[in-house]
């Protein structure tokens, strides 16, 4: 689960990498700095808050050759979550995870299979953990980057701007990041997209992420339980799980 975990958190790592020594006088800085400060607190949400992000994740292979060899994986994925305090929902067309602190509900949709298991005593606490620890990391990685490049582009017929930032030497072999580049739209104040350039030392030449929505205080329907999320008031599957196996791990 801890892996899983790192996966729905890495979305949220760019709303608190501004954090770090600021730049007075770059308004470029300033302007994701105020974007960020505002985005951070969807991290930890509160007693009946919601926030919901859907993103589309590319992962950016450094040749075809080390797909091929099963080195890397050459993945494209949407991904759709959901966080509250006593809630998560994470969705996507390979893996849902529905979990409260009752109960863990991984569903496999290729394989039509459900798996349902007890939630961990204090598995949400844990994660908060991991997200204040990864939030510290970040700080840290942009408390050593530079505003290297601004230019002016078009994302979806709109004028935005190409913030790249650079990490020093030290930093980047710590953290294997070279670059990140947000398509940040300055008259929305809107985060488009993040583009990541890895060092050599890691496996992959970069990852691009597209949000697609970002709502802090999310008021559309969330099943009130995980199980809610899977079976009905009868404990039978939900319609759209129609087919699908479930198995039992208490």
């Known amino acids: 689960m801890k892996v899983i975990v790192r996966v729905l958190l890495t979305g949220l790592l760019l709303w608190t990498t501004v ?5 007075p006088g770059n308004k470029y800085y300033q302007a994701l700095q105020s974007f960020m400060n505002k985005m951070e607190k969807v991290q930890f949400p509160k007693p009946g808050q919601h926030y919901l992000m859907q993103m589309s994740i590319k992962m950016i292979p450094k040749t075809n ?4 060899q099963g080195k890397v994986e050459n993945k494209e994925a949407e991904v759709k979550m959901i966080v509250g305090t006593h ?27 459900i798996l349902q298991k ?8 844990q994660h908060l953990a991991y997200a204040k620890k990864t939030t510290q990391m970040q700080k840290e990685l942009f408390a050593q980057s ?6 002016d582009g078009m994302y979806k017929g709109r004028k935005i701007k190409l913030i ?15 670059t990140v580049t947000y398509f940040f739209d300055m008259q929305k104040q809107k ?31 969330v099943p009130t339980t995980a ?21 039992t791990n208490h």
């Open 19 to 23: 954090q770090g020594n600021a730049q």
């Open 65 to 68: 050759l080390a797909v091929y």
């Open 191 to 221: 985060l488009e997209k993040q583009v990541v350039k890895f060092t050599n030392a890691h496996p992959l030449a970069g990852q691009e992420i597209v949000y697609l929505q970002l709502n802090p205080n999310y008021k559309g329907y």
């Open 227 to 247: 199980k809610a999320a899977v079976m009905n008031s009868q404990q039978r599957l939900l319609p759209k799980f129609r087919g699908y196996s479930i198995e």
């Open 87 to 113: 809630q998560l929902i994470y969705e996507t067309n390979q893996v849902s995870i529905y979990q409260d602190r009752e109960w863990l509900f991984q569903v496999f949709h290729p394989q039509k299979l």
């Open 146 to 151: 530079t505003v290297t490049s601004v230019k």
């Open 118 to 125: 007890t939630t961990p005593k204090g598995v949400f606490n």
């Open 164 to 178: 790249t930032t650079t990490l020093a030497a030290q930093a980047q072999k710590k953290f294997r990041v070279k």
